[in-house]
């Protein structure tokens, strides 16, 4: 499968993004989907996945109640809706995708990556 990420941009401190990541082929609604990110001089860190339905979703802690991923399978594409954005939100975001029934939230545990799509947070 492949993966286009986009809609990362500039935004204020508070301010709201969306971020899309476009999945090619037949089998996306056989895929876990993950977004992580990174930040320069730091490791790539889970942001949050969700399950192949769409039914369970999972967040890191520093992102919790600010974030919601979201999946359409019709349309083949998982959504980021990242609120209440702070400077340390800083970052690449890369959607992933991983062929199995578990969720995971480490990156090693993916088997494909988008391109990235940068995400700047003004103070």
């Known amino acids: 499968v492949q993966l286009q990420a986009s809609g990362g941009g500039l935004v204020q401190a508070g301010g709201s993004l969306r971020l899309s990541c476009a999945a090619s082929g037949r089998t996306f609604s056989t895929y876990v989907m993950g977004w992580f990110r990174q930040a320069p001089g730091k490791e790539r860190e889970f942001v949050a996945a969700?399950?192949?339905?769409?039914?369970?979703?999972y967040y890191a802690d520093s992102v919790k109640g600010r974030f919601t991923i979201s999946r359409d399978n019709a349309k083949n594409t998982v959504y980021l809706q990242m609120n209440s954005l702070k400077p340390e939100d800083t970052a690449v975001y890369y959607c992933a995708a991983d062929n199995t029934w578990v969720v995971a939230v480490t990156p090693n545990e993916y088997d494909y990556w988008g391109q990235g799509t940068q995400v700047t947070v003004s103070s």
């Open positions: 969700i399950s192949r339905s769409g039914g369970r979703t």
